[in-house]
T-cell receptor
Framework: DGGITQSPKYLFRKEGQNVTLSCEQN?????MYWYRQDPGQGLRLIYY???????QKGDIAEGYSVSREKKESFPLTVTSAQKNPTAFYLC????????????FGSGTRLTVV | GENVEQHPSTLSVQEGDSAVIKCTYS??????FPWYKQELGKGPQLIID?????GEKKDQRIAVTLNKTAKHFSLHITETQPEDSAVYFC????????????FGRGTSLIVHP
């Protein structure tokens, strides 16, 4: 079945460490997105990419980095510059041709220890 | 930019009752309005959407209505069941182009058996 796979489901980061969250899709979607979800704050856009080798900052890009070397993959790195990284991270993709609704992954919960 | 307000933030109903969640938007150019359901610990899932050329859309027990003049749209769930308990998000965007939706802050629906 087609879909988006996020891994790991749970991730623990020590102070000062960089960590990378994986997002892979087999839907052949061109556009991919990263959102951060905190309780009571809804979904906030971190980065998005509409084509391979191109990506744009969202509303809260500081302390994060991404790459889009393949259409299927859009990994997110949470750097040590992100001072409050504990959150639920969601990856999404979009067809844009058959529908304008997102397909979301199941999320990664990142906790700083 | 677009601004989406969603109400209520929490909604508690008895099984079998109807539930209504309302959203307002500010950008008259927005023309695509999806609704997502997020169960605990999972990613959001698109449950229904509506485009600005339609006033109402139904899918079994759920329906969405749109009032373009007043710039508001609503999700209606009839004959609620405990499995309807989740957080529901509305969004507004311009279909096509860079397509970055603006999300509401979410409504936590609790259906008591």
């Amino acid at each position: 079945d087609g879909g988006i796979t996020q891994s790991p489901k749970y991730l623990f980061r020590k102070e000062g460490q960089n960590v990378t969250l994986s997002c892979e899709q087999n839907l052949n979607h061109d556009a991919m997105y990263w959102y951060r979800q905190d309780p009571g704050q809804g979904l906030r856009l971190i980065y998005y990419s509409q084509i391979v080798n191109d990506f744009q900052k969202g509303d809260i890009a500081e302390g994060y980095s991404v790459s889009r070397e393949k259409k299927e993959s859009f990994p997110l790195t949470v750097t040590s510059a992100q001072k409050n990284p504990t959150a639920f991270y969601l990856c999404a993709s979009l067809s844009g041709s058959t529908t304008y609704g997102y397909t979301f992954g199941s999320g990664t919960r990142l906790t700083v220890v | 930019g677009e601004n989406v307000e969603q109400h209520p933030s929490t909604l508690s109903v008895q099984e079998g009752d109807s539930a209504v969640i309302k959203c307002t938007y500010s950008d008259s150019a927005s023309n695509y309005f999806p609704w997502y359901k997020q169960e605990l610990g999972k990613g959001p899932q698109l449950i229904i959407d509506i485009r600005s050329n339609v006033g109402e859309k139904k899918d079994q027990r759920i329906a969405v209505t749109l009032n373009k003049t007043a710039k508001h749209f609503s999700l209606h769930i009839t004959e609620t069941q405990p499995e309807d308990s989740a957080v529901y998000f509305c969004a507004a965007s311009r279909a096509g182009g860079s397509y970055i939706p603006t999300f509401g802050r979410g409504t936590s629906l609790i259906v008591h058996p």
